[in-house]
């Protein structure tokens, strides 16, 4: 599955800007945060150092389309400016903002920034083959194209290993599932950043371990920076008796 790259890898490329493009740069801008997930504060867009008492336009590519908003923003006679707030619960959807800038009318602008919504939760999926129990544990997951995706940041999976009818966990360390509480055991994770990754536990409960006529589950799951997803979107169950 091929998804579309980072926003933010986008940015080595302003590195190739040409001195001459370089020199149109005309005010700081920043955003409160790059990514805003439910969890983020609201989001604010300053500007300063631009010039004073001036309107320019909002230019960007949204979503892969680009984007041009007359006389969105207006500085004041120190040539600065803060907008917002804009909300999480008031985005529609995962939305990505590329090389937005403020253009003033005499061609200059201020530099260039990316933003992030991100609304979408992960969607995780089990590959390897089933058992009683299984020799093996991996899987991919995948996010909205125009989200956050998967970053070294904020995303990781995290695998369980339990006896549901001990109610009981197992890890590596323990010769059998002998601990009393969730014991997260992290999967290596490859694809990071980008918008769909592989997985693969480096270690699994073997059969010795287990019990006749007991139920065990285990579980991946994604941990990201969108915190409202359920357990059967950003987590991979596998559940099998003895």
């Not at 500085?75 to 619960?89: H, L, V, Y």
């Not at 800038?101 to 979408?120: N, Q």
Request: charged residues 10%; aromatic residues 14%; glycine residues 10%.
């Amino acid at each position: 599955m091929l998804r579309q790259q980072k926003p933010w890898i986008l940015l080595a490329g302003l590195a190739l800007l040409t001195t001459a493009a370089a020199a149109q740069t005309n005010g700081n801008a920043y955003f409160s945060s790059p990514i805003n997930w439910s969890s983020t504060p609201n989001l604010y867009y300053t500007v300063s150092g631009g010039p004073p008492n001036t309107c320019g336009a909002l230019v960007s590519t949204r979503n892969g389309v680009p984007l041009r908003g007359a006389n969105w923003l207006c500085t004041d006679a120190s040539g600065g400016t803060t907008k917002g707030p804009w909300t999480w619960a008031n985005t529609p959807g995962d939305q990505t903002d590329q090389n937005l800038r403020i253009e003033w009318p005499d061609g200059t602008s201020t530099v260039w920034r990316d933003h992030v919504w991100d609304k979408t939760c992960p969607t995780m999926r089990r590959l390897s083959s089933g058992g009683s129990p299984p020799t093996s544990l991996s899987g991919d997951a995948w996010d909205g194209q125009w989200g956050a995706g998967f970053g070294f940041g904020w995303s990781n999976v995290l695998t369980f290993f339990e006896d549901t009818t001990a109610h009981t966990y197992w890890t590596p360390d323990r010769t059998g599932y002998t601990r009393t509480s969730p014991w997260p055991v992290t999967a290596t994770v490859t694809g990071r950043p980008g918008f769909y990754v592989t997985w693969s536990s480096s270690a699994v409960a073997p059969a010795s371990v287990h019990q006749s006529g007991h139920t065990y589950r285990w579980a991946a799951c994604m941990v990201d920076g969108y915190d409202r997803c359920a357990a059967d979107s950003y987590c991979a169950i596998y559940t099998f008796t003895y």
